[in-house]
């Protein structure tokens, strides 16, 4: 490495250049105008779908193109067009909607201090909701952080993420997870953790039981292209192909992992459906903020593995519309035009025009449904606040904290929860 005159290291070869590093640096920072014309954006329609059992090597151009099924127009084009009934593409309409109207109260709950935390996800709805339209209803899924989409859609009473949100007394966790860190056996949902793709092992160890156990449930797994710089994805993506393990590793490619751009995980490089391609992996690359293709390229891998045909790895292309989280200000580290600038626009709005394109919708009722979800979700607040919120006093029970992991408590943490219980009487006698 040079040093910092740029001078070369003492004993380095005088006849060689000085080794040097890249380091990514963001096409835009914040004040910059945008230019998309560089991203690569296929017209609708013309991806081929290959056969449910066609090889990774068969596929491998894929992992560079774009499937998409909705094109400028609003309407549904080419091979991957999933034909879904208009009843269904209104129900996925609904379901975003609602999905975007949970996060925008929850996220003004949090600034008005009844939570500590909230993530929106707002432009990647599609990425989830469409996707769980398309697996069964008990296949099993290990989503990140950003698939709140998924519970929504499996019908997860809105009462009780709010309580979970709230940590309050109705917290089925017990306010032991960070707010939005749901989990729901009934509704085959594995807990969410914060610690970056350690979800995707285990969606894979879980697909291989799955197998093993001569189950017919496949599992599906997310995770955001930042995350694909951790080891586990890695681990994971291995296992599966060498097991042809019935799962689908979806890689929610928003662009950002919150102040780092993809490039530094390797987005400069190719893309993130292309690691597919190395690990003998069918892979695809989708525009994620279409919902007719989220829909059949979900369809399409779950028969695949649904099939004993193997993984599918998918990259979903999208950008992720807002901050990362509520501890976060995205105006500090990107332009403010991106999200207006992202050429493949808002899955909302691109599934609403192509109903109303099909003459099965319209400006009218698209604002009574978000009227109506709106206050759907406002009841629920107001109905899991009775329960509490952040700091209310309704919380769980202070021994819960204690309880649960151990089948038996260990000696250690019985003294450690007697010694608590002291210090506790001592400083709060009432
Ligand atoms: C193992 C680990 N490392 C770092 C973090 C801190 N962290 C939380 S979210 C995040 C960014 C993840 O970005 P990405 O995977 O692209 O997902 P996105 O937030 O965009 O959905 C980071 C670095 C963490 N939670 N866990
Ligand atoms: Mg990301």
Redesign the pocket.
């Known amino acids: 490495m040079a040093d910092q005159d740029d001078k070369p290291m003492a004993g380095a070869k005088p006849n060689l250049p000085p080794l040097s590093l890249h380091v990514p640096e963001p096409q835009f920072r914040p004040g910059d105008d945008v230019d998309y014309s560089n991203v690569d954006i296929p017209p609708a329609g013309k991806q081929p779908r290959p056969d449910i059992g066609a090889t990774p090597y068969d596929m491998r151009e894929m992992v560079y193109d774009l499937v998409r099924v909705l094109d400028d127009d609003g309407k549904a084009v080419g091979p991957w067009d999933p034909k879904l009934k208009p009843d269904v593409l209104i129900k996925m309409l609904e379901n975003m909607a609602l999905v975007r109207a949970f996060d925008e109260r929850l996220f003004r709950a949090q600034r008005q201090g009844k939570t500590s935390f909230y ?1 929106k996800c707002r432009g ?1 709805e599609a990425t989830s909701v469409c996707a769980a339209f398309a697996l069964a209803s008990d296949d099993m899924v290990f989503p ?3 698939q709140q989409g998924v519970l929504i859609a499996r019908g997860y009473p809105l009462v009780e993420m709010v309580n979970q949100i709230y940590s309050n007394k109705g917290d089925k966790l017990k306010g032991r997870q960070l707010p939005i860190m749901y989990c729901s056996r009934e509704h085959s949902f594995f807990t969410i953790s ?5 979800q995707y092992p285990q969606a894979v160890g879980w697909a291989m039981a799955s197998a093993i156990k001569g189950d017919t449930r496949i599992a599906a797994t997310w ?6 710089a ?1 080891g586990d994805f890695h681990s994971a993506a291995t296992f599966a192909a060498v097991y042809n393990a019935p799962v689908i590793l979806n890689v ?7 102040s ?1 751009f ?1 490039g530094f ?1 390797g987005a400069e490089r190719t893309t993130f459906a292309a690691r597919a391609t190395g690990y003998g992996m069918a892979g695809l690359r989708v525009d994620g903020n279409d919902a007719l293709a989220v829909y059949a390229a979900t369809q399409w891998a779950a028969e695949r593995a649904r099939t004993n045909q193997g993984p599918t790895l998918i990259e979903y292309f999208t950008y ?1 519309a807002e901050g ?2 509520t501890s976060d200000d995205p105006s500090a580290y990107r332009s403010a035009d991106e999200s207006k600038e992202w050429p493949l626009g808002d899955p909302i709005n691109r599934l609403k025009q192509h109903l109303i394109q099909l003459g099965e919708w319209d400006e009218d009722r698209h604002a009574a449904m978000d009227e109506r979800l709106a206050n759907d979700v406002k009841a629920a607040t107001k109905e899991a606040e009775k329960n509490g919120i952040l700091g209310h006093g309704l919380h769980q029970p202070f021994e819960t904290m204690f309880q649960d992991v151990f089948e038996e408590l260990p000696w250690h943490l019985k003294e450690q929860s007697e010694q608590a219980a002291r210090e506790r009487a001592k400083k709060w006698p009432e």
């Open positions: 993530m990647e990140s952080y950003r914060g610690n970056l793709a350690t995770c955001g292209e930042g995350s694909t951790e929610i490619n928003n662009q950002w992992a919150i780092s993809s995980a992720r990362h989280s």
